[in-house]
């Protein structure tokens, strides 16, 4: 009875186990979430005196994995702050001339001189965020984010 019952369950759980999330399970990453299936590039946010962070708020989904460059290119030094968005994702790793970052937790970044520098996160929890140049009021110096 007990071999029959154990192949009844793996004959049930066969296909929901290949087809969870829309990818086969052989091609997700660890635990699903870093697999090329669930991955999504974001826009550059672009850091430079005058010109908008951003052409558009971002709507990001809950347990996707999403990377996006920050381009600086050196006219001003300027930072970028938004610690409840960095606390509502999982940072992966930050990228800076090829040397790979995996932080624990973050709260700002500063760009003293020209240069990119391209981040790989896991948006966690749902709500709307805000990344900003420390310091300014105009809408053009920050970027909402909505993680659903």
């Known amino acids: ?31 699903g979430i870093l697999s090329s299936a669930n991955k999504a590039d974001l826009p550059p946010i672009t850091l430079s005196s005058g010109v908008p962070l951003s052409e558009a ?51 700002s970044i500063e760009f003293d001189d020209a240069g990119t520098m391209e981040i790989g996160f896991v948006a966690i929890k749902p709500g709307t965020y805000f990344l900003r140049i420390p310091g300014s009021t105009g809408e053009t110096q920050r970027l909402d984010i909505t993680i659903e």
């Open 1 to 31: 009875m007990k071999p029959f019952l154990a192949a009844l369950g793996f004959a049930i759980l066969t296909p929901v186990l290949a087809f969870a999330d829309g990818a086969p399970r052989d091609q997700w990453g660890r635990a």
């Open 57 to 107: 708020p971002w709507v990001l989904k809950s347990g996707t994995y999403y990377e996006f460059e920050i381009e600086g290119d050196g006219s001003a030094e300027l930072a970028l702050q938004g610690s409840e968005f960095f606390r509502a994702i999982w940072i992966d790793e930050i990228v800076v001339n090829d040397l790979e970052i995996r932080p624990i937790g973050l709260n």
